[in-house]
T-cell receptor, first 113, second 115 residues
Framework: QKEVEQDPGPLSVPEGAIVSLNCTYS??????FMWYRQYSRKGPELLMY????GNKEDGRFTAQVDKSSKYISLFIRDSQPSDSATYLC?????????????FGKGNQVVVIP | ETGVTQTPRHLVMGMTNKKSLKCEQH?????MYWYKQSAKKPLELMFV???????ENNSVPSRFSPECPNSSHLFLHLHTLQPEDSALYLC??????????????FGPGTRLTVL
C-alpha cells in the first residue's frame, strides 16, 4: 500500500464550480497536512497547512482533515481559470527530525471559462 | 531575491557531461532538500540537510552528489547521468527546531534533459 494515495485526475470543471480534491494515507503518525499548488513549469507553492484533524478556511479554499478515516480534502469554491494547476497533498509526522514529507502524485485541475 | 531560487532553470546535458545545479534560500531556514519530480509520480525525496549535515539519502545513485557548504546554499553535482534521470529537480527549505517541523518551501526547479 502506498503511503499517500491521490487520484491524479485530470479534473475539468466549469468556472464557478466547486472543486473537490482528496487524499488518503496509511501512516497514522502523520500530524501535519499540506496542500501545494503547482502551475506548469513552476515549483510547488504552499496553499494550505493544517495540524491534526479539523477544518481550515482561507478565502475560497477549505482544507479538511479526518484523522480517524486517514482522509484529507481540499475544496475550492467559485473556481477561476487561474486555479488551473496541479494540486499536491503532502503530510508529515510530528516531532523534531521528522521533516520528511510524503506526497501524493498530484491532481491536475482545469477550470474552463 | 526572495524565497528559494534555483539555477539554471533548464539544462540539457549529454550522458558524459558533468554539471551542477544550484539552490539558494533567502528565508533563514536551517534545512534544505533535493527532490526529483517525474511525470505521473509523487515527488521523490533525494537528500536532506539539517544544519548543513546530510541526514537522509534515499538510495540515490552515486552519479548524484549533493553539497551543502552553508545553511543557505545547496548544490547537486551531476555526472554520467542516464536518460531516465531527465526530470524536474526541485530544491526546498524549511525551519527545523525542537518544537517540530515547519512546512517546506520550494524553488522553481531545474528542468533537466539527459540526451
Amino acid at each position: 500500500q502506498k503511503e499517500v494515495e491521490q487520484d491524479p485526475g485530470p479534473l475539468s470543471v466549469p468556472e464557478g464550480a466547486i472543486v473537490s480534491l482528496n487524499c488518503t494515507y496509511s501512516n497514522s503518525a502523520f500530524q501535519y497536512f499540506m496542500w501545494y499548488r503547482q502551475y506548469s513549469r513552476k515549483g510547488p507553492e504552499l496553499l494550505m497547512y493544517t495540524y491534526s484533524s479539523g477544518n481550515k478556511e482561507d478565502g475560497r479554499f477549505t482544507a479538511q482533515v479526518d484523522k480517524s478515516s486517514k482522509y484529507i480534502s481540499l475544496f475550492i469554491r467559485d473556481s477561476q481559470p487561474s486555479d488551473s494547476a496541479t494540486y499536491l497533498c503532502a503530510m508529515s509526522a510530528a516531532g523534531y527530525g521528522n521533516n520528511r514529507l510524503a506526497f501524493g502524485k498530484g491532481n491536475q485541475v482545469v477550470v474552463i471559462p | 531575491e526572495t524565497g528559494v531560487t534555483q539555477t539554471p532553470r533548464h539544462l540539457v546535458m549529454g550522458m558524459t557531461n558533468k554539471k551542477s545545479l544550484k539552490c539558494e534560500q533567502h528565508l533563514g531556514h536551517n534545512a534544505m532538500y533535493w527532490y526529483k519530480q517525474s511525470a505521473k509520480k509523487p515527488l521523490e525525496l533525494m537528500f536532506v540537510y539539517n544544519f548543513k549535515e546530510q541526514t537522509e539519502n534515499n538510495s540515490v545513485p552515486s552519479r548524484f552528489s549533493p553539497e551543502c557548504p552553508n545553511s543557505s546554499h545547496l548544490f547537486l553535482h551531476l555526472h554520467t547521468l542516464q536518460p531516465e534521470d531527465s526530470a524536474l529537480y526541485l530544491c526546498a527549505s524549511s525551519q527545523e527546531d525542537r518544537g517540530g517541523t515547519d512546512t517546506q518551501y520550494f524553488g522553481p526547479g531545474t528542468r533537466l534533459t539527459v540526451l
